[in-house]
């Protein structure tokens, strides 16, 4: 029997220039996707093309394949993931910036066209060449990117919102040329009216500068506003990869170094004290500590290593001091793979295309339609050329509605204006389409629902035994510790005793506990271990209140002193005071929660318990996240996901609706589509309602931005259409636009 020997898939980046819109990116991935032996997967958001391919074909074929689909490609300078943040990403000067100079231009040169076209007053002898000279430079340079779009969705047969506003302003500008140089609107002293009155007018006489400029004005505001918070997409790499330690303590021959994190290699020992970052993956051979892992792995409490105990980079140790030999280094180690799963879940996500553009790809070739048979139905009815070119370019002004630039950026300027006074800070758009459809919500425990610090929960003392002197007892010895759970201890007890005695004689006992002397008695905090080793076994009833907190996830530490056991100590990640009633209203709102955690299954059952939530899910890694939500897709369901840590970041990119707590790290807060401020978990139901009310004001701009423009369509086919009715109609729907918009200032929150 012949072996058969499979083909490797390989792996390609590429960064797309030149897309506009979503459509644009579909039109992209179609087109790679027709080469043989291609799967690509194109981004809007983060303007990148993800390539899979089998057999020789040339990273340049992909390039002249997006350039020839009319935009541009190129290759990454670097590995797509290093380790390291690529230096040319940090060098890269940010993209808006130019859209930022149209913009401000555009905005200088069309206020005083709009004014000398709409005020009577104004409108001096020969106003109207002033007009044109300020006019020009908008329609040609600073729409020249709709232009470019435009005539890229000619070429494949396509119609955009670009394809609209294009249309429209060519044709207001080309029609006040005309009317300018060719007709009778350039004579000294033509003025435009104000009359609102229905009556067939010379088109030769007419000019509508002010309409070609404004709305490119317009629409230009709407896609600077956007491109600001499309810039941030990409940033969660970014935050991630920075998290790792910048230099290492590495020893030698007995003799510590501190080298750049970049000049460690596998099999380097190196030195990590307390407080410091865990430089890179690898294996302790010295010492023993508590290592806080909860940013990876999701557990509240600190794990406990020592020698051949394997650690993870970027993780803080919390305890003594380590020698930790170098396992895995760059882009092998746990970050580096953490940091491919949210490039693969933000590659991967589906971009819904903006609304605008789906209305355009229906509306234009209508337009198109009527003004080819505006312009037969004159000539064939005896009418002038003339008149039929009036009517017919008529048609073709009116139906750029200069509301339409307004309709997305005004109900989403006050929507995530409303929002950041409440906490909730709102990304973009895109955002928005995915609230109203979710119906399942994922939440992180550690810090989501709970508090994601240690806090001492309860006392249990033996027969006769005071929890007050406990407190006081305990909490000062282990105030002199920097483990959390001490530190949680210690906390409680100044919180329920006040200022704490003095300690003499502090010893820790790596990995059991500590023991000193407080006010004459000799403490012993720690493990029952401990306890048991210095003759002071705990008495059935305490052993019956460890073994029941530990059932639950909690962390139980027995006190005694003076050859006594006295006490259990009970520490946990308590819940948040309002989670119950966050997970209440997201229930009234018809989702489902499920809560995903890292941590074991009897804390995560207690927690859930707690606030009400019926399904859970432990013990998972961050992948198993991103693998849980998949799943959940797969099942038909539309997934939301909270979270606050860099275990989170994966599953809220996947995630249709990516929700992070504020309160926790960049990199959550960077993958995520919507950032809480607040820790307070009411702020997630809140966010949605919000959220969907600006989707709900946005559509009803978009209904009513068109809904002028359709109206007085019949106008201009019947060449009835003067340019005041025309600036008026521009006028009242950004009018009605704008008010719309502003009532989303009156949303208020459940939480208040």
Known sequence: MNAVT?????????????????????????????????????????????????????????????????????????????????????????????????????????????????????????????????????????????????WANLRHGTATMDTLISMGTL?????????LFWGTAGMPGMTHPFELTIARTDGTGNIYLEAAAGVTTFILAGRYFEARSKRRAGAALQALLELGAKDV????????????????????????????KIATDGVVIEGSSAVDASMLTGESVPVEVGANDQVVGATVNVGGRLVVRASRIGGD????????????????????QRLADRISGVFVPIVIALAVATLGFWIGTGGSIAAAF??????????????????????????TGRGAQLGILIKGPEVLESTRRIDTIVLDKTGTVTTGTMTLLDVITAAAEQPDEVLRLAGALEDSSEHPIAKAIADGARDKVGDLPDVEDFRNMEGLGVQGIVDGHAVLVGRQR??????????????????????????????????????????????????????QQLHELGLTPIMLTGDNVATASTIAAQVGIDTVIAEVMPSDKVDTVKR????????????????????????????????????????????????????????IRL??????????????AFAYNVAALPLAAAGLLNPMLAGAAMAFSSVFVVSNSLRLRRFTSHAA
């Open 6 to 150: 499979e083909t490797p898939t390989k792996q390609i980046e590429l960064a797309i220039g030149g897309m506009t819109c979503a459509s644009c990116a579909a039109r992209i991935e179609k087109k790679l996707n027709k080469l043989d032996g291609v799967t690509a997967s194109v981004n809007y958001a983060t303007e990148k093309a993800r390539v899979e391919y089998v057999g020789d074909i040339s990273p340049d074929d992909f390039v002249a394949t997006v350039q020839d689909a009319g935009y541009t490609a190129h290759l990454p300078a670097g590995p797509a993931l290093d380790g390291q943040p690529d230096a040319g990403d940090t060098a890269q000067t940010d993209p808006t910036a130019s859209l930022r100079q149209r913009l401000l231009i555009s905005v200088a040169l069309t206020v005083p066209v709009i004014v000398l076209a709409m005020v009577p007053a104004a409108q001096f002898t020969n106003w109207q060449w002033l007009s044109l000279t300020l006019a020009a430079p908008v329609v040609v340079w600073a729409a020249l990117p709709f232009h470019k779009a435009a």
């Open 171 to 179: 044709a207001a500008f080309g029609w006040s040329l005309y009317a």
């Open 249 to 276: 303590a590495v020893r030698k021959n007995g003799v510590e170094h501190r080298i750049p994190i970049e000049a460690l290699a596998v099999g380097d020992e190196f030195v990590v004290r307390p407080g410091e």
């Open 333 to 352: 180690t746990q970050l580096a793979q953490m940091a491919r799963l949210v490039e693969d879940a933000q590659n991967g996500k589906a971009q819904a």
């Open 390 to 415: 009036t009517a017919a370019v008529a048609v073709l002004i009116i139906a750029c509605p200069c509301a339409l630039g307004l309709a997305t950026p005004t109900a989403l300027m006050v929507g």
């Open 530 to 583: 401990l306890l048991v080793d210095w003759a002071q076994p705990l008495p059935e009833d305490l052993q019956a209140a460890m073994r029941h907190a530990e059932s639950e996830g909690k962390t139980a530490v027995a006190v005694g002193w003076d050859g006594t056991a006295r006490a259990v100590l009970v520490v946990a990640d308590a819940v948040k005071p309002t989670s119950a009633v966050a997970i």
């Open 632 to 687: 959940l897709q797969r099942q038909g369901k539309v997934v939301a996901m909270v979270g606050d840590g860099v275990n989170d970041a994966a599953a809220l990119a996947q995630a249709d609706l990516g929700l992070a707590m504020g309160t926790g790290t960049d990199v959550a807060i960077e993958a995520s589509d919507l950032t809480l401020v607040r820790g307070d978990l009411r702020a997630v139901p809140d966010a």
């Open 691 to 704: 959220s969907r009310k600006t989707l709900a004001t946005i559509k009803g701009n978009l209904f009513w």
